[in-house]
């Protein structure tokens, strides 16, 4: 039987840090579970439109299987040009968009896919619009936080700080998802201590590490661990 799996946030303690490619994870784990996913990115920045190159959403279908022949404009709120927080590239490029609007659109996809993967746009303290920043557009997404992080270092502190500030809102994340994409893999000693000091100096968990991934269609099966120990238990 399928377990009842929450909407995901997919938050991130950078820009850069693997946000979109841990959502890709997250398609893929839950299609091959029987569940129909959907991605979603309320606000892209630094994209023409959603098929540009730098597009999110793009990426997303362009190595999903049952996404190929969609058109990933589904999957997108609103594209910005600028390669900004979405508040500066809405207000240089004069069109703002309320979160409020953005919402509706999500809410209009529960009704057919289960669970959504929200991608945020950077971290949790980017401004979203005049009044808003990441952290603040997560009660109302009506998704629970996973944060993806860097392994390697600089990845305690940040991780440790994105997770103060959702604990000083009383927001309780899923857990955290190293991802160590980089051409040199991060030393082991180094991760574990990433782990221990992250799961010491904070009540979340660093669910897995997910390595270099060289075919984003067909992940390794050790991708999926640590989405396995957050998922299986139906969350
Ligand atoms: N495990 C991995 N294996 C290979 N490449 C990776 C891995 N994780 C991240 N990358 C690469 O690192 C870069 C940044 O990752 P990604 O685009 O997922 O970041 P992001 O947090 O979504 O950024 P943004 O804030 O722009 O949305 C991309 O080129 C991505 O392909
Ligand atoms: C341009 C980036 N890729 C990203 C926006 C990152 C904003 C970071 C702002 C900051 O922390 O200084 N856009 C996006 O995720 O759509
Ligand atoms: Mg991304």
Request: some cysteine; proline content about 6%.
């Amino acid at each position: 039987m399928k377990k009842d799996i929450p909407d995901i946030y997919v938050l991130g303690t950078d820009t850069g840090v693997g946000k979109t490619v841990l959502s890709l994870l997250l398609m893929r784990y839950f299609y091959d579970r029987g569940y129909t996913p959907f991605y979603f990115k309320p606000l892209q920045t630094g994209c023409r439109d959603p098929y540009d190159t730098d597009s999110d959403a793009k990426f997303i279908y362009e190595n999903i299987e049952e996404l190929k022949d969609q058109d990933p404009a589904a999957s997108v709120g609103v594209c910005y040009r600028n390669p900004k927080a979405p508040y500066f590239a809405a207000r240089n490029e004069g069109r703002q968009v309320s979160w409020q609007i953005l919402l509706e659109g999500l809410q209009k996809k529960r009704e057919r896919f289960s669970p959504l993967v929200v991608e945020a746009a950077g971290g949790i303290f980017v401004p979203v619009d005049r009044d808003n920043r990441v952290i603040d557009t997560i009660p109302s997404s009506g998704a629970q936080p996973l944060i993806a992080a860097r392994a390697g270092l600089g990845t305690i502190n940040h991780t440790l700080l994105t997770i103060a500030a959702l604990e000083q809102r009383n927001i309780e994340p899923l857990g955290v998802i190293f991802l160590d994409g980089g051409e040199t893999a991060t030393p082991e000693d180094m991760i574990e201590e990433n782990i221990e000091a992250i799961e010491r100096y904070s009540r979340v968990r660093v669910a897995g590490v997910v390595g270099r991934i060289a075919d984003f269609r067909h992940p390794a099966p050790e991708c999926f661990d640590g989405l396995e120990k957050i998922f299986a238990g139906g969350a």
